[in-house]
Structures are given as structure tokens and as C-alpha cells.
């Protein structure tokens, strides 16, 4: 299955008794064995000695570590796992080796054809469309719930895995089981900190399904900055806020929605992605906004797939086609997701290589999927997958699908880098009742056109 390619360790001009170092998340360095071992059955030499190093969680702390690195010329690691909403500032920086030049041709194809788009212009060059990363995968959010206290308040939730409901559908459901359950503090927990997961993602995906964008038309997503127009101090930016502010602090305060239940506390305004799983996992909440990675987490603590436990696609505010630019309204999943890409100064330049020839096969990115629960970045592997090869994710293999079909990637540019923290952090404002949403909004319209401008 997959590309076999060119897996042998060639003369990568270092010592060949040191292994390949690869700076990764912390449970890949759990999985390690199982996943080199997949390495090997792909075709990897096995005279190629490949170890995963723990990398920090948080990606702004990851990004820091490899920039500093890269910038000081070490040559280890030999390969990064950098997050795709920051490998293009690296592209173009030239900080990364150019894969077009060193992969083989039948893997640089299949990469073309067969990856998620979405997640490979992530990993180019905005200009010259040369590849510097492989996506070892991508990731997009589903809303996690808890199907026996949902159903046990009367709910059908026959359809939810492939049915989006509106946001005022899902808090008056969130409220309700609430009601319910008096004992759990959280209807709903998701990432609301100020940080780079609420520019990217959280906030990102809400404000596109009630019609918004940062930059118009998603055509824009990737520039050309200072050349496109900035569209933030815009209704559906605004509801947004207002809607999260309801869900934090109900709907009589100022700057929320009359018409949308309080389901959570303000505790959202600090949460980044495992204050936010802890709860839930913990029997502490209803749903919970969160990456695939939490599903595996989930069913190691007691939760049944399927039984007392299921995801379901994000809602909506606006239906698809509805809001004010291409691309936006319908259920929304930010793009997140990882890839590989290679240190410039590595002195096992071809083992590298190697090892990421062995990255794009199809087996490889099954075991991937079982032993971590990271989705594959060929969506047919993860559409095929059954229950003997990935066990109890195959349950959720429906509402992938669909997020699949329905993600939004961050406006991934040079300028990116500056403009994620003014929108997080005017986001946050907003959120805690330190500016209104039109405050908020206007200043961030400002601050943006201040970067964009200076990108010309």
C-alpha cells in the first residue's frame, strides 16, 4: 500500500551509527516502537537507527525551540515536526531543505494527488509551489459529547454524526442536559485562551460558520499581504463574540446574545487545548470542542465508542454558501495538523530523506491513526480504515468524513506570525468584557492593516 520510493540510507556525510533524530510530540516517543517498526515493514533500512524526541506540546513553545535551533545552524534534530500554521514562515526564510529536490518522483506524486490538499499548500512555497514538508497528518476538530447523559435527557442522536445542528440548536441541547445533570459544571468546554489556538482555530472556525473571515474570500487565505482586504470589523465576527460571551456568562450581560443559554463559566477565557479535555474526560462535562488526539485519551480512561461516548461535527450559524464570502458558512473545522520537514545542517541528509519515503505509505499512516489517533493526510486511508485495523476509531470514521470535507485553514502567510497574537489577544479582550465586540473588532481592523500594509 502506498509509495515504496527510494528507502535506502545513502551517504548522508554524518555518523551512521547515530540514529535519525526526530523532535516530535510526547506520545509519538510513547508509540515509538510499533510506528519504526512500520517504518521498517515500508521499506526503511533498517540499518537506519530512527529515534522520536519529545517536543514541547504547546505549538508557540515548539515553534520558539525550532527557530532557535535553525537559527544557530545545529544539526540536531535531523527532522522537525513543525505545526502547519508556522512551516510557511520557515519556507520562505530557507531555513528548510526543498523535498521536490530530494524525494522521489513516485512520492512527490502521490503526495500531489492523493494528500489532503489543504494540508500541502500548508507545506509550500507560497510562490513557487516547491514542497518543503510532508504532512504526516492532518487535524481538524470534532465536537466530543456525552451521548449517555444526551440521551438520557431525551435526546435522538441517531444522525449526529453526520448531521451539523446550528449553534442555537446545540447550546439550548447543551443547556438542557445541563439542567439535567447538576452534579457537572460544563455544558461545553473549548479553547478560548489567548494563545495561538484561538486566532488559528477556535475562533477562526466559529466566526467562518457564522458567515465571517479575516481576509474576504478564502481565495485570500494565503495572501498576497497587503493586498487583500481585511474584513474582521464585520457583523459576523461580532456574533460570534457576543455568542461565546453568552455561553460564558449568560445572556443578560452586556455584549451577548439574548437568545443563546449560558452552558459554561468564564474559565473558557483561559483555556487552551488540555484544560479544556481534562474536564471532560474527567465526567465534568457535556461536550467538548477538541482535536482527534482526545479520542484515544477518552477510551483509555473508561469511555465506550459509540456507548456512552461519540463526536459529531461542529455546528453552524449561517447555512453553507449563506455568509458574506466564498467559503464561508456551514459547519467549519480549522485546519490544523503537522508536518515533517528537514533541518538544512543535518549531517544524514539521505537517511532523512529516507525516513520520510517511508512516512508516505499507507500502512505507515494506519498505524499512526491506531496507535495515536492522528487522522491520515490521504483521506481515502482514513475512509477505508476498519474496525480490525484501527479499533474502536472506526467508530468515528463517518464524522471525519465530514470534517474532512469542511475545514477552514488559518491565513497561513508571512505576516502571520505578527497578526496571530493581535487577533488572539483583541479575541480575548472582547471575550472577558474589556472591549465590545465593535471595539474590538475596529482596533483589530487597525492593527492588521498597520502588518498588512508593511508586507507590501
Same mark, same amino acid.
Given at each position: 500500500?502506498?509509495?515504496? @520510493?527510494?528507502?535506502?540510507?545513502?551517504?548522508?556525510?554524518?555518523?551512521?551509527?547515530?540514529?535519525?533524530?526526530?523532535?516530535?510530540?510526547?506520545?509519538?516517543?510513547?508509540?515509538?516502537?510499533?510506528?519504526?517498526? &512500520?517504518?521498517?515493514?515500508?521499506?526503511?533500512?533498517?540499518?537506519?537507527?530512527?529515534?522520536?524526541?519529545?517536543?514541547?506540546?504547546?505549538?508557540?513553545?515548539?515553534?520558539?525551540?525550532?527557530?532557535?535551533?535553525?537559527?544557530?545552524?545545529?544539526?540536531?534534530?535531523?527532522?522537525?515536526?513543525?505545526?502547519?500554521?508556522?512551516?510557511?514562515?520557515?519556507?520562505?526564510?530557507?531555513?528548510?531543505?526543498?523535498?521536490?529536490?530530494?524525494?522521489?518522483?513516485?512520492?512527490?506524486?502521490?503526495?500531489?494527488?492523493?494528500?489532503?490538499?489543504?494540508?500541502?499548500?500548508?507545506?509550500?512555497?507560497?510562490?513557487?509551489?516547491?514542497?518543503?514538508?510532508?504532512?504526516?497528518?492532518?487535524?481538524?476538530?470534532?465536537?466530543?459529547?456525552?451521548?449517555?447523559?444526551?440521551?438520557?435527557?431525551?435526546?435522538?442522536?441517531?444522525?449526529?454524526?453526520?448531521?451539523?445542528?446550528?449553534?442555537?440548536?446545540?447550546?439550548?441541547?447543551?443547556? %438542557?442536559?445541563?439542567?439535567?445533570?447538576?452534579?457537572?459544571?460544563?455544558?461545553?468546554?473549548?479553547?478560548?485562551?489567548?494563545?495561538?489556538?484561538?486566532?488559528?482555530?477556535?475562533?477562526?472556525?466559529?466566526?467562518?460558520?457564522?458567515? @465571517?473571515?479575516?481576509?474576504?474570500?478564502?481565495?485570500?487565505?494565503?495572501?498576497?499581504?497587503?493586498?487583500?482586504?481585511?474584513?474582521? %470589523?464585520?457583523?459576523?465576527?461580532?456574533?460570534?463574540?457576543?455568542?461565546?460571551?453568552?455561553?460564558?456568562?449568560?445572556?443578560?450581560?452586556?455584549?451577548?446574545?439574548? %437568545?443563546?443559554?449560558?452552558?459554561?463559566?468564564?474559565?473558557?477565557?483561559?483555556?487552551?487545548?488540555?484544560?479544556?479535555?481534562?474536564?471532560?474526560?474527567?465526567?465534568? &462535562?457535556?461536550?467538548?470542542?477538541?482535536?482527534?488526539?482526545?479520542?484515544?485519551?477518552?477510551?483509555?480512561?473508561?469511555?465506550?465508542?459509540?456507548?456512552?461516548?461519540?463526536?459529531?461535527?461542529?455546528?453552524? @450559524?449561517?447555512?453553507?454558501?449563506?455568509?458574506?464570502?466564498?467559503?464561508?458558512?456551514?459547519?467549519?473545522?480549522?485546519?490544523?495538523?503537522?508536518?515533517?520537514?528537514?533541518?538544512?545542517?543535518?549531517?544524514?541528509?539521505? %537517511? &532523512?530523506?529516507?525516513?520520510?519515503?517511508?512516512?508516505?505509505?499507507?500502512?505507515?499512516?494506519?498505524?499512526?491513526?491506531?496507535?495515536?489517533?492522528?487522522?491520515?493526510?490521504?483521506?481515502?486511508?482514513?475512509?477505508?480504515?476498519?474496525?480490525?485495523?484501527?479499533?474502536?476509531?472506526?467508530?468515528?470514521?463517518?464524522?471525519?468524513?465530514?470534517?474532512?470535507?469542511?475545514?477552514?485553514?488559518?491565513?497561513?502567510?508571512?505576516?502571520?506570525?505578527?497578526?496571530?497574537?493581535?487577533?488572539?489577544?483583541?479575541?480575548?479582550?472582547?471575550?472577558?468584557?474589556?472591549?465590545?465586540?465593535?471595539?474590538?473588532?475596529?482596533?483589530?481592523?487597525?492593527?492588521?492593516?498597520?502588518?498588512?500594509?508593511?508586507?507590501?
Amino acid at each position: 500500500m502506498g509509495v515504496a @520510493g527510494c528507502l535506502g540510507g545513502g551517504d548522508g556525510g554524518g555518523d551512521g551509527d547515530q540514529p535519525i533524530q526526530m523532535s516530535m510530540d510526547g506520545e509519538w516517543a510513547d508509540a515509538q516502537d510499533p510506528i519504526i517498526e &512500520a517504518l521498517y515493514d515500508a521499506g526503511l533500512s533498517e540499518d537506519i537507527e530512527v529515534e522520536f524526541l519529545p517536543g514541547d506540546f504547546e505549538t508557540g513553545a515548539r515553534q520558539t525551540d525550532f527557530t532557535s535551533a535553525l537559527d544557530a545552524g545545529r544539526s540536531s534534530p535531523d527532522i522537525f515536526m513543525m505545526d502547519s500554521g508556522w512551516t510557511i514562515p520557515f519556507i520562505v526564510r530557507e531555513q528548510l531543505v526543498n523535498l521536490s529536490e530530494e524525494l522521489s518522483s513516485d512520492t512527490l506524486d502521490f503526495v500531489q494527488s492523493d494528500y489532503l490538499s489543504a494540508a500541502v499548500s500548508t507545506a509550500s512555497h507560497p510562490e513557487s509551489g516547491d514542497l518543503y514538508g510532508l504532512p504526516v497528518f492532518p487535524d481538524y476538530p470534532v465536537m466530543h459529547y456525552r451521548k449517555d447523559l444526551v440521551e438520557d435527557a431525551g435526546y435522538d442522536t441517531s444522525n449526529w454524526s453526520t448531521e451539523p445542528m446550528t449553534w442555537s440548536e446545540f447550546a439550548d441541547v447543551a443547556a %438542557d442536559v445541563l439542567e439535567q445533570n447538576p452534579d457537572i459544571e460544563y455544558g461545553f468546554t473549548t479553547q478560548g485562551g489567548d494563545y495561538e489556538g484561538t486566532a488559528c482555530c477556535t475562533f477562526n472556525e466559529m466566526m467562518t460558520s457564522m458567515g @465571517g473571515a479575516y481576509f474576504g474570500d478564502h481565495e485570500n487565505l494565503f495572501g498576497p499581504v497587503g493586498d487583500r482586504p481585511i474584513t474582521v %470589523d464585520e457583523e459576523p465576527l461580532h456574533e460570534t463574540i457576543r455568542m461565546m460571551r453568552s455561553f460564558m456568562y449568560g445572556p443578560d450581560e452586556e455584549n451577548t446574545n439574548p %437568545d443563546i443559554p449560558q452552558i459554561s463559566n468564564s474559565d473558557l477565557v483561559e483555556f487552551t487545548e488540555e484544560p479544556s479535555r481534562e474536564p471532560f474526560t474527567g465526567g465534568n &462535562a457535556v461536550f467538548m470542542r477538541n482535536w482527534p488526539y482526545a479520542i484515544n485519551i477518552n477510551l483509555d480512561e473508561g469511555f465506550s465508542a459509540g456507548e456512552d461516548y461519540d463526536v459529531m461535527p461542529m455546528p453552524y @450559524g449561517v447555512e453553507e454558501g449563506e455568509g458574506n464570502y466564498e467559503g464561508t458558512g456551514g459547519t467549519s473545522h480549522a485546519l490544523g495538523g503537522w508536518h515533517l520537514t528537514v533541518n538544512p545542517n543535518s549531517q544524514r541528509l539521505d %537517511d &532523512a530523506i529516507a525516513v520520510l519515503e517511508a512516512f508516505a505509505n499507507e500502512d505507515v499512516m494506519l498505524t499512526v491513526f491506531e496507535e495515536l489517533g492522528n487522522l491520515p493526510p490521504v483521506a481515502s486511508v482514513t475512509q477505508e480504515a476498519t474496525e480490525d485495523q484501527v479499533g474502536d476509531l472506526a467508530n468515528f470514521l463517518d464524522t471525519f468524513a465530514v470534517a474532512a470535507d469542511n475545514t477552514v485553514p488559518r491565513p497561513v502567510t508571512t505576516a502571520w506570525p505578527d497578526e496571530s497574537p493581535l487577533i488572539s489577544g483583541e479575541v480575548s479582550d472582547a471575550y472577558r468584557g474589556e472591549k465590545s465586540p465593535e471595539d474590538a473588532m475596529a482596533d483589530l481592523e487597525e492593527e492588521l492593516a498597520s502588518i498588512e500594509n508593511e508586507g507590501q
